[in-house]
């Protein structure tokens, strides 16, 4: 746990991860300059203001400035010499990683949960349109319904992309922020002659830190509070932008139809420019070296993207960490540091409120957003009036419905009806609130997502007063990525008003890819040339990807639906089965919508997903449920070739406690048939389990549970005999007793012995008419086991054993000392004696024909779900505090991290004992260190069925 907190306080500004100063008292051990120390004294240092901790270190304070607490010839406490410091209460935090461990948690847990809504959102989205698109001819005409291109004004050499393609070249004597009049279009034109499938241009760290710095501290002189105020040039347009998510010729794009920033050409981004895509630091990049060229004519509003947890999800700390791999913290730290300075809305011209999400459900005046602290973290889950004001800045919808409604996101989010907008227009002097922060649900004729959509519409009743009549609604959403994500197939929109706030327009666009753009842009001579060609390439793209969208569109559907089925795989069990009054586990295919609509989504259109997931019905046109969710695995296969023993060794420990019990058979089968029926019930598994101490937690055991009941006879249970060949989980495999060099004939040997006494038992059976319940190798060896246990005690005894040797031909001329070393093996907990579970580990069958490993399959699946699910994110959060471009860490540091995310949980997800075996097939360099990225990458869910036919 210390670990942890050490991980916390590092760099990056993660000031979250402190503890409060009323957490921090007298003999407290607390973290500070990576090293653990008590702290010895709390209070005010004479001649210097505010509080102090005074600390104790475990190790000497490097660098010979430790003491032992004196301060200024005046004894605070009593310390040892070199061992002392006194630092700021901010600068340390609590060494059990509990508190700050757990908030830290909880908002993990919340954005967890809002990003599965997104993702529902995103795939609801692109269902439409592949819908849409199967209605809709390929090739069909486009239309221009909202006058796309007629209210387009584009500037000449002004607003032109540069043909530049050297490396930019930033004067290294500049400290005051300013770039050089040409800077901005070498930036721009670098990356535009640059870019390549197989090449990523990259800027030099120097520039990229530099451009960052500067563009933070021009935000917080310039924007003081949450709240910006823009104006509408008087001769000249600004521009606001929606949703980017790194699609940088969306950009580009943006910047060829409307013209280059400058103190003519404003423009507005309202949030999200990262995550998602792969280009967010181009963007960013050019943004802020036009920013610095022309100060005040790029402004960007707070998103619900610009923030830590989000970019470790989605995908910037990932873009980060691959185009810089040494630097990368330092450039994510810096980033996240402008982040914070980033105003949660924007008014423009004193009548229109632009903000990422959309309103508070708490009624506000613009007063009220200035006076928030918006320079932190976003809160989650918000706790206070200010918190819930910034949480929904960045993070609410529209609806249609009155009042404050339910999110579709999940978590803390909530969606504002037309009476709120109204409200909050009337009470703030304003006529429309314009936000992003989804792709807009709106089909235009063509089939394709718009780019924007209006909401609350403007009715005689309504009080608060519209700009003009081109205000179709109070409340405009406006999303700028094309294609979002390469499969929505939505067009992007922009927001232009020219000259005066009163006069805008909401212009689409459908971004080109980068050879397309340079030909148009070496073709146009003119203006009006450029507005032709803009239309006609617009369509003509349109329609061919009108023809290549579908198919990817299934693909990236199938792959969201991999995610969210997995997801809720337990809970959509629980849903099937208590629809199946049979419980034969087969359900009819509405049965099977509605359940999937219950409990993944109700926004997806399931009827056709079962027949894109090729759901097949029986003879009775039922469907197997158990059949359909065993397709959806997480598959553990490490990139680097490592890490693959831990799944072997954690499956066996259920096994081996059986195995170290010593029991005999009759008390074997007593345990697990307690009512002697011939059968495992669920509940006799349970109490099995529960009495063995078999090293799984309560939860996997109750994950079990519900793997019986797919196996089990319905009111009966699993066979004894399959619940045995399953319970010993192939754990004869790989993991025998280590073998005297003079015996090493010994396992192969037992090999030929369990053949031989499966022979044997099947020729007295035929010959004596001997009674064995089954044909099956389990059945003879337990019969064997039986037949040579003369005195009925339920265990072979040496003699007992070596007498059943010698009736085997194979064995018949085996020395006494060979004998000797057959049994001895056998004896694997070395009593004496060889009891029934013992004989079967010794004289191990793979038999296919049994009910194979579903427990182990189990154990694994419960596991890897949680360590993809919920251990994975804040594991690799505390990984990112280290502050380090090293992706290695040692075994030990890697233990805690997954202690400290277990130790959130009651009752725990993973027993002590998984742990060890996780750690201890660990694959490490010679440093023994191992690689977190890596590791966390290995983890990939997978449909057994569609995968291996894609």
């Not at 004196?70 to 609590?94: A, I, M, N, W």
């Not at 960052?212 to 347009?237: C, D, F, R």
Request: net charge negative; charged share 25%.
């Amino acid at each position: 746990k210390a670990t942890v907190s050490v991980l916390n306080c590092r760099r990056g500004g993660l000031t979250r991860f402190c503890s409060p100063m009323s957490e921090i008292k007298v003999g407290v051990q607390v973290i500070s300059k990576d090293e653990v120390a008590t702290v010895k004294y709390r209070g005010p240092l004479d001649g210097v203001k505010g509080m102090w901790l005074g600390l104790e270190f475990k190790t000497k304070v490097k660098g010979g400035s430790g003491g032992d607490g004196h301060y200024q010839r005046k004894r605070y406490f009593d310390g040892k010499p070199g061992y002392c410091l006194f630092v700021r209460p901010e600068s340390v935090c609590t060494a059990t990683g509990g508190d700050g461990f757990a908030s830290v948690f909880t908002q993990l847990q919340v954005f967890d949960a809002i990003g599965e809504g997104e993702a529902l959102d995103l795939m609801s989205s692109s269902f439409k349109a592949a819908d849409s698109f199967r209605k809709k001819p390929t090739g069909a005409q486009h239309a221009d319904p909202h006058g796309m291109f007629k209210q387009t004004k584009l500037q000449p050499s002004s607003g032109s992309i540069q043909d530049l393609g050297a490396m930019p070249k930033l004067d290294a004597t500049k400290k005051d922020g300013s770039v050089s009049a040409t800077y901005p279009e070498e930036v721009l034109g670098y990356y535009k002659r640059n870019r390549d499938e197989n090449r990523i241009p990259k800027l030099p760290i120097e520039q990229v830190m530099y451009l960052v710095n500067s563009m933070a501290a021009q935000y917080k002189k310039a924007i003081p509070t949450a709240l910006n105020s823009v104006e509408v040039p008087k001769s000249g347009n600004l521009i606001v932008c929606g949703d980017t998510h790194g699609q940088f010729m969306d950009m580009l794009w943006i910047f060829f139809k409307h013209g280059l920033p400058s103190p003519d050409h404003i423009y507005l981004f309202n949030g999200d420019i990262c995550d998602r895509g792969e280009s967010a630091l181009e963007i960013f990049m050019v943004l802020f070296a036009f920013g610095l060229r022309y100060p005040g004519c790029v402004w960007i509003n707070k998103g619900n993207h610009e923030d830590g947890f989000m970019n470790m999800h989605y995908g910037f700390d990932a873009e980060l960490r691959k185009k810089y791999p040494r630097g990368h913290s330092e450039i994510l730290a810096a980033f996240q540091k402008l982040f914070k300075l980033l105003p949660l809305a924007t008014v423009i011209s004193d009548k229109v409120f632009v903000v990422h999400g959309g309103l508070p459900r708490t009624p506000v005046h613009l007063d009220h957003i200035k006076s928030i602290n918006h320079r932190r973290d976003a809160p989650s889950p918000p706790t206070n009036l200010h918190d819930y004001v910034f949480f929904d800045s960045i993070w609410s919808d529209p609806h249609e419905g009155r009042g404050v409604g339910t999110s579709d996101r999940g978590g803390n989010c909530v969606a504002f009806g037309p009476d709120i907008t109204e409200k909050f227009l009337v009470r703030n002097k304003m006529s429309m609130v314009i936000r992003s922060h989804q792709v807009p649900e709106r089909l235009h004729p063509d089939g394709y997502p718009a780019g924007f959509d209006w909401h609350h519409p403007i009715k005689p009743s309504t009080t608060a007063k519209p700009l003009s009549k081109a205000q179709l609604g109070m409340c405009l959403t406006v999303f700028s990525a094309s294609n979002y994500c390469g499969h929505t197939a939505n067009r992007g929109a922009v927001v232009v008003f020219e000259n005066d706030v009163e006069q805008f327009a909401v212009l689409e666009h459908q971004a080109l890819d980068m050879d397309t753009l340079v030909c148009m842009q070496e073709e146009s001579e003119t203006v009006a040339d450029r507005v032709r060609q803009i239309a006609n390439k617009e369509n003509v793209a349109r329609s061919r990807m009108q023809g290549m969208t579908v198919g990817f569109m299934r693909s990236s559907m199938i792959k969201n639906l991999k995610h969210l089925i997995m997801r809720k795989k337990q809970d959509l069990f629980d849903w099937f089965f208590a629809m199946d009054p049979e419980k034969d586990l087969h359900i009819p295919p509405e049965v099977w919508e509605d359940g999937c609509q219950s409990v993944l989504s109700d926004k997806l259109n399931w009827a056709e997903i079962r027949d894109v997931l090729h759901l097949v019905k029986n003879d009775s046109g039922l469907i197997c449920y158990t059949h359909f969710l065993n397709r959806f695995q997480i598959r553990f296969q490490s990139k680097m070739g490592g890490h693959s023993g831990f799944e072997r060794a954690i499956s066996d420990r259920c096994y081996e406690m059986l195995l170290v019990s010593d029991l005999s058979l009759k008390d074997t089968f007593a345990m697990l048939d307690r009512n002697d029926d011939g059968y495992v019930s669920i509940y006799e598994f349970q109490e099995v389990l529960e009495d063995l101490g078999t090293g799984m937690t309560t939860p996997q055991i109750q994950s079990l549970m519900n793997t019986m009941i797919q196996h089990a006879c319905p009111n009966a249970g699993i066979e004894l005999e399959d619940f045995l060949s399953t319970l010993q989980l192939r754990y004869s495999a790989t993991n025998r007793k280590a073998v005297p060099a003079n015996a090493a004939w010994v396992p192969e040997f037992l090999g030929k012995v369990t053949r031989a006494a499966i022979a044997y038992v099947k020729k007295m059976k035929s010959v004596e008419m001997m009674v064995v319940p089954k044909d099956t190798p389990l059945a003879f060896l337990t019969e064997f086991f039986h037949m040579h246990d003369t005195d009925g005690s339920g265990f072979l005894e040496p003699q007992e054993f070596k007498v059943a040797l010698k009736a085997l031909p194979l064995c018949a001329k085996l020395s006494d000392a060979n004998l000797d070393q057959l049994t001895k093996y056998c004896d694997s907990d070395g009593n004496g004696r060889i009891n029934y579970l013992e004989f079967l580990h010794s004289l191990h069958v793979d038999d296919d024909a049994s009910t194979n490993s579903f427990l182990t399959q189990d154990i694994l699946a419960y596991i890897k779900h949680t360590l993809f699910f919920t251990f994975r994110q804040p594991m690799y959060r505390a990984f990112q505090a280290l502050g380090t471009d090293d992706v290695r860490i040692s075994t030990k540091q890697f233990k805690e991290l997954i202690d400290s995310v277990n130790d959130q949980y009651l009752p725990k997800l993973l027993s002590s004992e998984q742990i060890d075996c996780l750690v201890n097939t660990l694959s490490v360099d010679a440093q023994g260190k191992l690689d977190f990225v890596e590791f966390i990458d290995s983890f990939e869910i997978v449909d057994e069925l569609l995968d291996e036919c894609m």
